[in-house]
Nanobody, 122 residues
């Protein structure tokens, strides 16, 4: 069974930084795309950033320059470095990954983590 576990969330003051981690575990053949989404109270879930296995990245336009997504393929882990945080970055951050699990048949499936809370407040 494949699982995604996020960590690294917490309370930070405006202007501060946090680094989120998303570790994929279980019987995994390959991971194609890893991504971070966020959902603020009363708002729809939105895409923050994506990274594919080759390393290409994509960001929400409003977050370019402050957030950086990266991954360690050997550890099946993605990271989200968040700098110059603002109160409007407060949200639950979710990891999403497109993974081929070691099942029969082998099919690309989308998995979600449970989310980690990020609160930016003084």
């Amino acid at each position: 069974q494949v699982q995604l576990v996020e960590s690294g969330g917490g309370l930070v003051q405006p202007g501060g930084s946090l680094r989120l981690s998303c570790a994929a575990s279980g019987s995994i053949v390959s991971i194609y795309r890893m991504a971070w989404y966020r959902q603020a109270p009363g708002k729809q879930r939105e895409l923050v950033a994506t990274i594919i296995s080759g390393g290409s990245t994509n960001y929400a336009d409003s977050l370019k320059g402050r957030f950086t997504i990266s991954r360690d393929n050997a550890k099946n882990t993605a990271y989200l470095q968040m700098n110059t945080l603002k109160p409007e970055d407060t949200a639950v951050y979710y990891c999403n990954a497109d993974i081929v699990p070691n099942t029969i048949p082998r099919m690309l499936r989308s998995y979600w983590g449970q989310g980690t809370q990020v609160t930016v407040s003084s």
